[in-house]
């Protein structure tokens, strides 16, 4: 059967819980998140995605050949409408519910929700079987689970803050998918008794005593001029700049994340 050509109604379950109907294969996809945006890419569906954020910046191509409708949480209703979607790919923590609501009015809305690395894998694999590109994901789906069962076994996790804002201070907490992601990369939260983003204070940070103070280069875009603010906050910590992709991108740019979670372990053992 030429999918190509033959499209067929497909009903599917996202992982919120929602079954939708999707023409299949999809041909008009506007992704509302970025690591899925990329996602559609690395499974061979670049030409298909009509409509994408302005934070989707991977490829760098996306925003060129899409339509850029908006952010995650204040979306152009109208530039949606001129996709003319087939299907929207969007999720639960990083887009806003009412806005939701009302595409889903219209549109087959499938959406993920992630907390955890297991929660990843099954939205590429259900991604993919709702698009038609299972046999690309398969081997993606591999490389990812392999690289992380690779990662070595830290007996004692290094207690650690992982920074996400500034103005007011905000980290990610325990019922994150970043907490997962420490926690893998051989870190103990030390918020980890908080949920989600809670503001926190120095006094609060001091209190905590990480032993690491992780600055993330997204959502706020962490750099070396900062170090030294945090550096004052708790002078005990070791201050380091990593990559907020690589911790919080639920997507195909998890194949990348173990490897950088290894070099962090062994620079961890260096110094």
């Given at each position: 059967m030429n999918f190509d050509i033959c499209k067929v109604p497909l009903t599917v379950t996202d992982q919120m819980g929602q079954r939708v109907v999707v023409p299949f294969p999809p041909q008009r996809i506007v992704s509302l998140v970025p690591s899925q945006t990329e996602l559609l890419y690395d499974l061979g569906i670049g030409n298909r995605v009509v409509g994408v954020t302005k934070f989707c910046i991977h490829p760098p191509v996306a925003r060129q050949q899409a339509m850029v409708i908006g952010g995650t949480k204040n979306f152009d209703f109208a530039k949606i409408a001129s996709c003319k979607p087939d299907l929207i790919i969007g999720n639960k923590e990083e887009n806003y519910q009412e806005g939701i609501q009302l595409l889903a009015l219209q549109y087959p809305v499938w959406l993920s929700d992630i907390?955890?690395?297991?929660?990843?894998?099954?939205?590429?694999?259900?991604?993919?079987?709702?698009?038609g590109r299972k046999h690309i994901a398969e081997p993606l789906l591999a490389e990812i689970a392999q690289s992380f069962e690779a990662l070595p076994v830290v007996s004692t996790p290094i207690?650690?803050?992982?920074?996400?804002?500034?103005?007011?201070?905000?980290?990610?907490?325990?019922?994150?998918?970043i907490d997962d992601m420490l926690r893998?990369?051989?870190?103990?939260?030390?918020?980890?008794?908080l949920g989600r983003y809670p503001e926190v204070t120095p006094e609060l940070v001091a209190a905590a005593a990480p032993q690491q103070i992780l600055l993330s280069s997204e959502p706020y875009p962490f750099s070396e001029k900062h170090i030294a603010e945090f550096q004052t906050m708790c002078p005990q910590a070791q201050i380091r700049i990593v990559d907020g992709e690589l911790f919080s991108w639920h997507g195909s740019r998890?194949?990348?994340?173990?490897?950088?979670?290894?070099?962090?372990t062994t620079a961890n053992f260096a110094s």
């Amino acid at each position: 059967m030429n999918f190509d050509i033959c499209k067929v109604p497909l009903t599917v379950t996202d992982q919120m819980g929602q079954r939708v109907v999707v023409p299949f294969p999809p041909q008009r996809i506007v992704s509302l998140v970025p690591s899925q945006t990329e996602l559609l890419y690395d499974l061979g569906i670049g030409n298909r995605v009509v409509g994408v954020t302005k934070f989707c910046i991977h490829p760098p191509v996306a925003r060129q050949q899409a339509m850029v409708i908006g952010g995650t949480k204040n979306f152009d209703f109208a530039k949606i409408a001129s996709c003319k979607p087939d299907l929207i790919i969007g999720n639960k923590e990083e887009n806003y519910q009412e806005g939701i609501q009302l595409l889903a009015l219209q549109y087959p809305v499938w959406l993920s929700d992630i907390y955890t690395l297991p929660n990843a894998l099954d939205m590429i694999s259900r991604v993919a079987l709702l698009t038609g590109r299972k046999h690309i994901a398969e081997p993606l789906l591999a490389e990812i689970a392999q690289s992380f069962e690779a990662l070595p076994v830290v007996s004692t996790p290094i207690p650690a803050a992982y920074f996400i804002w500034r103005k007011p201070y905000m980290v990610a907490a325990s019922g994150t998918f970043i907490d997962d992601m420490l926690r893998r990369a051989g870190y103990s939260n030390v918020f980890s008794h908080l949920g989600r983003y809670p503001e926190v204070t120095p006094e609060l940070v001091a209190a905590a005593a990480p032993q690491q103070i992780l600055l993330s280069s997204e959502p706020y875009p962490f750099s070396e001029k900062h170090i030294a603010e945090f550096q004052t906050m708790c002078p005990q910590a070791q201050i380091r700049i990593v990559d907020g992709e690589l911790f919080s991108w639920h997507g195909s740019r998890l194949r990348y994340s173990a490897g950088y979670f290894k070099s962090l372990t062994t620079a961890n053992f260096a110094s």
